[in-house]
């Protein structure tokens, strides 16, 4: 048995190896080996995004984040706004047409003043980390006859770009140095990999690096390793730093406030220890109100542009959208197939689990991280849009992550010790948690995978797959388990839409020598439906009900939120017992992707969903086409309806 100081000894040679006390030519470079390899990482998937060949990076919330820019240097018109609608309908940066705002796009608030004025939804904390890379690329573009010098253009959209993978990389070498104050080289490797390229922070580093949470993470970054530096060697320009990193940080969303608790609680342990750190500030209080002051001027332009445009100085831009503190979706939020952000970065389970070490090994470290990680998870999953749209597993832990190589790392720190066999294990499982992300980022770029929305069966079906099929597609829609390979099958109905007539009847599309079909779009936005009882059928509970369609459409619906569906609906009266709807366009001509689908040719699109177990004889089952989301045109032929025999569940 060691004794408790050699012990402590050994853990501290294994855990803190400052740089300036390492032994000379000892140390082997694995943290920077680590920095080149994620480097080659982010750039090659910087190469490959899409948005980036077609110079299209400031979409939708980047083009309100943005829109400070070319308000205020170009077209010198940020109370007004006049120029975005021609902006929107040129470049199709983001949505047209949302009647609550006459200007057209969801970045924009109405202020609710008179006379009424429009108040930018986004505060400006993104747009004064693009502005560096947007005066680049305005000068260039001023200065050259190839490109219009109107902010949207090809030179402003690959400077937003690299912005974003810009201060992805610096992020990196923050974290690195901040890391290697109390782990190895080694470890600080491991880390680096972990954080970068086993967490959906990957996507949030390049392919949606524009987005707040990469900025977020380098700013974090940043504030951990001032306030190491500060708690050293308290100086002026370290807490000058403290206040750009937290200010920009709540400028850019102003719940990141709680990242404050880093300069109070780091090297925290006890009730003692927060007395002193108090007693420290207040010795360098000049300081403190230093950092404060740079927060409060990092802030004032904002509160300016609120007030000159509202008549308020804080002005709450988001109509209607609100937090919920009382009943936060902890559960959904952390872990479920709607982007749960354990279910997608389950590799942060072990930094979960880390806190628990730090308790014992590391309590000065314990406090800050317990603390944040609560509280941030409370304000993260309290928001109305609690699964956060448009996200690779839930955005909105990404900016935790910095904090969270603390915990992660006095984790696998306790693994690594315990012998050659476990170190090696907890390698393999860590590569293993890597490959999986990089895996499903693969996947999310090809169009495979889609965390908002997801089933369960669904990710299961796409699970180490790079090719989809209509079966597995359908499990996207609804969730449905298979019904059995060997069921018995019975027609019910068939209908080719020959003998109605009316609305939505058309020999259109037919194919040739075909009977007529039947059309659906933004006038006929529903088919004829197959109505009948349970008893009538004649079927019972726990059998399947079979749907399918032949379908065509000469224009696409990419909106996989407006595509039509094939509906099977159960109803007790008014009651509505059970509904599913698998997306139709999305199924027609070879499957590819979620949003995939050709044109131009006649495909079947089908699925089965099964009875309710609860189902009485009574019970109406209606089976039919929508397409009450979009305006373009659904030709339809040959609905059939089939019983399949019992399966079970």
């Known amino acids: 048995m060691l004794s408790s100081s050699v012990k402590n000894s050994t853990d501290q040679s294994l855990v803190e190896q400052p740089r300036a006390t390492a032994a000379p030519g000892r140390s082997r470079p694995w943290s920077w080996l680590a920095v080149a390899l994620v480097a080659l990482v982010l750039l090659q998937q910087f190469a490959s995004v899409e948005n980036w060949r077609e110079k299209r990076v400031t979409k939708y919330d980047v083009f309100g984040y943005y829109l400070y820019l070319p308000a205020t240097f170009i077209y010198h018109d940020l109370a007004g706004l006049s120029f975005v609608p021609a902006v929107i309908d040129q470049y199709q940066l ?68 690299l912005a974003g993978l810009a201060y992805a990389l610096l992020g990196l070498l923050l974290l690195r140095r901040f890391l290697r104050y ?89 009730g003692a220890d927060l007395h002193g750190r108090l007693a420290l500030l207040w010795q360098h209080r000049g300081q403190v109100v230093l950092a404060g002051l740079v927060v409060g001027l990092i802030w004032l332009p904002q509160l300016m542009y609120w007030h000159h445009m509202s008549g308020h100085w804080f002005y709450d831009s988001y109509p209607g959208e609100t937090f919920n503190f009382r009943h936060p979706r902890l559960k959904s939020g952390l872990y479920s197939f709607n982007n749960g952000w354990l279910t997608y970065t389950p ?135 298979d019904p059995p390979a060997a069921a018995p099958a019975r027609s019910v109905f068939v209908d080719n839409f020959s003998q109605g007539t009316g609305p939505g009847y058309t020999a259109e599309q037919a194919p040739a020598g075909a009977a007529p079909v039947f059309r659906v779009d933004g006038q006929v936005q529903y088919s004829p439906a197959f109505r009948a009882t349970l008893g009538s059928l004649p079927a019972q509970p726990g059998e399947w009900v079979q749907a399918s369609i032949k379908a065509f459409f000469p224009d696409k619906e990419y909106n996989i939120n407006q595509m039509p569906g094939l509906v099977i609906e159960w109803k007790r009266g008014d009651q509505q017992l059970k509904w599913q709807s698998v997306r ?66």
């Open 94 to 161: 983001t949505n047209r047409g949302n009647p609550a705002h006459p200007l057209g796009n969801f970045e924009v608030s109405r202020a609710r003043t008179e006379p009424d004025r429009y108040v930018v939804k986004y505060t400006m904390g993104l747009a004064i980390l693009y502005a560096p890379f947007f005066a680049v690329a305005h000068f260039y573009a001023t200065h050259s006859s190839a490109y219009s010098p109107d902010g949207y253009s090809p030179p402003y959209q690959v400077a937003a770009y």
């Open 182 to 270: 109390y782990f190895s080289e080694g470890l600080t490797a491991l880390l680096l990999l972990v954080a970068y390229c086993g967490t959906n922070y990957l996507c949030y580093a390049v392919s949606r690096g524009l987005y707040s949470h990469n900025f977020l993470f380098v700013l974090h970054a940043g504030t951990l390793l001032l306030t190491h530096k500060w708690l050293q060697r308290p100086r002026r320009r370290y807490a000058l730093g403290l206040g750009i990193t937290i200010g920009l940080a709540i400028l850019i969303r102003p719940t990141e406030i709680i990242i404050a608790l880093v300069p109070l609680l780091l090297g925290v342990a006890s």
């Open 584 to 649: 139709i366009t999305n199924k027609v001509g070879p499957p590819s992707t979620v949003y995939g689908g050709t044109a131009g040719v006649w495909d079947t699109v089908g699925f089965a969903s099964q009875i309710p177990d609860d189902a009485q004889p009574g019970d109406q089952l209606a089976v039919y086409v929508r397409n009450d989301q979009s305006t373009k045109a659904l030709y339809l032929d040959d609905m059939s309806v089939r019983i399949l025999g019992a399966g079970t569940k």
């Open 347 to 481: 590799v942060m389970l072990l930094a979960i689990a880390g806190i628990a070490v730090l308790w014992w090994r590391r309590r000065d470290l314990f406090w800050l991280s317990a603390s944040y990680l609560a509280l941030h998870v409370w304000i993260a999953f309290s928001w109305w849009c609690w699964w956060y749209m448009d996200s690779f597993g839930s955005r909105a832990m990404v900016q935790t992550y910095p904090l969270l190589c603390l915990p992660l790392g006095y984790f696998l720190l306790e693994l690594l010790k315990r012998g050659r066999v476990a170190a090696i294990a907890t390698v393999a499982v860590l590569a293993g948690f890597i490959a999986l992300n990089m895996f499903q980022f693969w996947q999310l770029q090809n169009g495979i995978f889609v965390s908002e929305y997801m089933t369960q069966r669904y990710y299961l079906g796409i699970l180490g797959k790079t090719q989809l099929t209509k079966d597995i597609l359908a499990k996207f829609d609804t969730n449905e388990p």
